[in-house]
Nanobody, 126 residues
């Protein structure tokens, strides 16, 4: 069974940090473009950050540049999103995703994904 499972969400104060993890099972992430998306109540799902399979290319939406970092550990078949200097507007359900035969821009902007995780809630509030 092909699966992506996120973890690491929670409640954090503004200015704090969280690291999200996404573990894949049933397939190998090495050959996939991977990404993180988020969806706040009443809003559309949006691409946060995506990373290429082998060339190290990355995409970040403007609002998270300099604060969030995407990474992957192929040996652990896991993807991470380090989130620093969190703001209340970062509050959302965060999803990881994987896609084959696409680019980081197409994945993050057009949401071209083959597999989705179930999501983890991130709440930034004092």
């Amino acid at each position: 069974q092909l699966q992506l499972v996120e973890s690491g969400g929670g409640l954090v104060q503004p200015g704090g940090s969280l690291r999200l993890s996404c573990a894949a099972s049933g397939f190998t992430l090495d050959y996939y473009v991977i990404g993180w998306f988020r969806q706040a109540p009443g809003k559309e799902r949006e691409g946060v950050s995506c990373m290429g399979s082998s060339d190290g290319s990355t995409y970040y939406r403007d609002s998270v540049k300099g604060r969030f970092t995407i990474s992957r550990d192929n040996a652990k078949n896991t993807v991470y999103l380090q989130m620093n200097s969190l703001k209340p507007e970062d509050t959302a359900v965060y999803y990881c995703a994987a896609a084959a035969y696409t680019t980081v821009q197409a994945m993050c902007v057009m949401k071209e994904c083959d597999y989705w995780g179930q999501g983890t809630q991130v709440t930034v509030s004092s």
